[in-house]
Nanobody, 115 residues
Framework: QVQLVESGGGLVQPGGSLRLSCAAS????????MGWYRQAPGEQRDLVAI???????NYLDSVKGRFTISRDNAKNTVYLQMNGLKPEDTAVYYC?????????WGQGTQVTVSS
């Protein structure tokens, strides 16, 4: 079983920054990809950013140039640096890990961008 522990959410003013972290532990033999999804109330869950084992990354168009995903393979940890935050970035952010033929989700962390 894989456990994902997220941290770093909170309330921030427009234009501010936050850094999300997600540490994976448990029965992990091979991590293929780590990423972040987000879901606002009444909306679908969207992929925000993902980083693959080879280092390739993909981003949601609306966050390109503002968000940066990175990972520490030794710690099985993925980070999401969010700069230039906008009110429309407000959502619950979920960590997502693909390991072998399976995937796991974090419990979610709230990010609120408001003045």
């Amino acid at each position: 079983q894989v456990q994902l522990v997220e941290s770093g959410g909170g309330l921030v003013q427009p234009g501010g920054s936050l850094r999300l972290s997600c540490a994976a532990s448990g029965s992990i033999f091979s991590i293929n990809a780590m990423g972040w999804y987000r879901q606002a109330p009444g909306e679908q869950r969207d992929l925000v950013a993902i980083i693959y084992s080879g280092g390739r990354t993909n981003y949601l168009d609306s966050v390109k140039g503002r968000f940066t995903i990175s990972r520490d393979n030794a710690k099985n940890t993925v980070y999401l640096q969010m700069n230039g935050l906008k009110p429309e970035d407000t959502a619950v952010y979920y960590c997502y890990v693909v390991h072998g033929a399976r995937s796991s989700w974090g419990q979610g962390t709230q990010v609120t961008v408001s003045s």
